[in-house]
């Protein structure tokens, strides 16, 4: 195991993130190496790499590529966490909405047959047949009402005949 690895392990506070950390260091590395090769034509030297190490190994660089892997991780759960929602978002979009329109249409084919034709008739007539019967009655029951109070008031004297 690399010895940067043991040092950013050390500090981490999951070895998941020591390896984000670790991952950033590599990337920092391979960086660091690709400009020694622009600038000098060369592969780096010995030198170098030992330069390289000893600055990567300060506290700070060691804070940074820690901080780096932070903002990775972060940033590789909000965008799951972000697609998760999506996927629940649409999925239960589709759900819904594709069982509604199930029940419109099944409601719709029984509406077309003859049955639900005679079922919407039946409805309609028994719901006027209902609304003349309580007009009716309130009607004839006022109009008796009224027939009764006009005989008492006659049998009583407080009418005049």
């Known amino acids: 195991m690399p010895a940067m690895y043991?040092?950013?392990f050390q500090e981490c506070d999951s070895e998941v993130?020591?390896?984000?950390?670790?991952?950033?260091y590599k990337r920092h590395k391979a960086e660091t190496l690709d400009a020694i090769i622009n600038e000098t034509g060369e592969p780096a030297t010995p030198h170098d790499l030992e330069m390289?190490?000893?600055?990567?190994?300060?506290?700070s660089m060691r804070g940074m590529y820690i901080h780096q892997a932070q903002m990775l991780m972060q940033r590789l759960i909000h965008n799951s966490l972000?697609?998760?929602?999506?996927q629940l978002e649409r999925d239960f979009l589709t759900t819904k909405i594709g069982q509604q329109l199930e029940?419109?249409?099944?409601?719709?084919?029984?509406?077309?047959?003859?049955?639900?034709?005679?079922?919407?008739?039946?409805?309609?007539l028994a719901v006027n047949f209902v609304t003349?019967?309580?007009i009716?009655?309130?009607?004839?029951?006022?109009q008796g009402l009224d027939n009764m109070l006009n005989h008492f008031g006659r049998d009583s004297g407080v009418l005049r005949k």
Request: contains cysteine; hydrophobic residues 50%; proline residues 2%.
């Open 132 to 134: 003349i019967l309580v």
């Open 103 to 124: 029940n419109i249409q099944i409601n719709q084919r029984r509406k077309r047959s003859w049955r639900g034709w005679a079922a919407d008739v039946s409805g309609n």
């Open 82 to 86: 972000e697609h998760r929602e999506y």
């Open 52 to 59: 390289f190490y000893l600055t990567a190994c300060t506290p």
């Open 136 to 142: 009716a009655a309130l009607l004839f029951g006022f």
């Open 17 to 24: 993130l020591a390896i984000f950390a670790y991952s950033a």
């Open 6 to 8: 043991r040092l950013l």
